[in-house]
Nanobody
Framework: QVQLVESGGGSVQAGGSLRLSCAVS???????MAWFRQAPGKGREGVAT???????NYADSVKGRFTISQEKAKNTLYLEMNSLNPEDTAMYYC????????????????WGQGTQVTVSS
């Protein structure tokens, strides 16, 4: 069983930065890890993935601003977010995909409970 616990969310002004963390437990050695987000009144969307080989992929809306990384020795996934704007306001979810590595919720096998990010203008 895989468990994911996010932390690091909060409130920040536009242009600011935050780093989200996801503590991972369970066997995820061949999993693709990902971050998704869901803004109020909108569907959940993929933000970034990192495959088992460490290769990242980003949604166009966050390219150049967000960085996904993982520290396997600490079983932790990160999302470094810079140049935040109000459109980034959402609940952010850590996710694990066993068979695919895509920015689509349909491929997610495990979800965290989410951490809220609020960006004010």
């Amino acid at each position: 069983q895989v468990q994911l616990v996010e932390s690091g969310g909060g409130s920040v002004q536009a242009g600011g930065s935050l780093r989200l963390s996801c503590a991972v437990s369970g066997n995820t050695i061949n999993y693709c890890m990902a971050w998704f987000r869901q803004a109020p009144g909108k569907g959940r969307e993929g933000v970034a993935t990192i495959d088992a080989g460490g290769v990242p992929n980003y949604a166009d809306s966050v390219k150049g601003r967000f960085t996904i990384s993982q520290e396997k020795a600490k079983n932790t996934l990160y999302l470094e977010m810079n140049s935040l704007n109000p459109e980034d306001t959402a609940m952010y979810y850590c996710a694990a995909e066993r068979w695919y590595c895509a920015l689509r919720t349909i491929y997610v096998n495990y979800w965290g409970q989410g951490t809220q990010v609020t960006v004010s203008s």
